[in-house]
């Protein structure tokens, strides 16, 4: 890593996927001065617990399916990009509905935005579905299902290393092992200066606070009160019999039962993983147990083995614990906040990674322009939540 400078035009807070990814754009788009800080190693947070997977159906919300649409593109163009490689894998994701019902519906939404938009997606009736997903038991319980065609997934360390590569080489500075410990302010309290790491002050007339769960925390030393709140996710990687996997060579699609608070899909090298979705477990980010439980343990696998019958004697090759930071509405929130010069990119609620890319475009814009013509950025404001505490609504993930 690069010596720790005395100043900076603009320092970023989070070595994760979106601090790297806005480190990158805001060293290549611009002439400003670029440090990168990160308290532990490169993805060592949520980002290296992401599941990565790169999907385009956000029901109704076309504003994410844009996003994730672009995003998805430039990890696809990623090694051109940034002259870094990157894992990636294509595999369609799949809502599977009942008419009638919010999954349902969701699902239709989701399809009706995609064609818009025309990302490639395909809606599957009932009596096509046993021939088009034949691991799953009792298909005709649906009445259709939405394929998102093009979706796939990567691998979110993979993506932050490259990203923080990719920025120094454009001329950016990361340092690792170096904690922010609060923004510094001018004596009026309206603009910022710099920043406290482990006492040594570093002068900068901007800051991008894009380090997880730990972003409040920052944010509340310039008075500024994010509603974020962390939750423990668990996530299983299997096994599969080696008959079920040579009957199905893409093992299972990217997918979660409508109404579940899970997903699945597949892993590199033949395994296959499967995860908790908002939970609701509030936790530390500091000290939390980094190993799922026994009795989650035993509803993923029962409930995987209701879905796909034949995983039920798959084999656990490895577990692990990782960190959702959620919003009420369990929307982003990417805005200038408090001091002048002071920005927060947080918020992603377990459904981020996807959107690295754009989010550190629109960061860049942002902090830059103090708008963006790539996205509404309104929508992102942490004022939302002044007229309501649940901001855009109580949250549809998990139809």
Known sequence: MDDLPDDADVVIVGGGVMGTSTAFFLARETD????????????????????????HHYGDQAIYSRMAWWSHEFYRRFEAETGQPLSHAENPLVRFGVEGTPSGEYAQDGYEVLSELDVPVTRYERESLPDRYPMVADAERYDFAVSDDAAGYSDGSDAARGFERAAR???????????????????????????????????????????????????ETVGVELPIVPTREQVLLLDPPAEYAERYSSLVPTT???????YVRPDVGGGILVGTHHTGEAVDPNEYDATPDESTILELVDQLGDLIPELRDAG???????????????????????????????????????????????????????????????????SRFEGSPEGHGAPADNV
């Open 169 to 219: 080489e454009q001329g950016a500075t990361v340092v690792t092992g170096t904690a922010v410990e609060s923004i510094v302010t001018d004596e009026n309290g309206s603009t910022v200066v710099g920043v406290d790491v482990d006492g040594t002050r570093i002068a900068c007339s901007e800051v991008v606070i894009a380090a997880g769960p730990w972003t409040p925390r920052l944010a």
């Open 32 to 55: 400003r001065d670029v440090l990168l800080l990160e308290k532990d190693a490169i993805a060592a947070g949520s980002t290296g617990d992401s599941s990565a997977i790169l999907r």
């Open 316 to 382: 656990i090759q490895g577990r692990y614990c990782g960190i959702y930071s959620n919003t009420p509405d369990h929307d982003f929130i990417i805005d200038a906040v408090g001091p002048a010069g002071c920005y927060v990119a947080c918020g992603f609620s377990g459904h981020g990674f996807k959107q690295a890319p754009a989010v550190g475009r629109i960061v860049t814009d942002l902090v830059t322009e103090g708008t963006s013509e790539f996205v509404d950025l309104e929508y992102f404001s942490l």
């Open 256 to 262: 979660a039962l409508p109404g579940g608070e899970w």
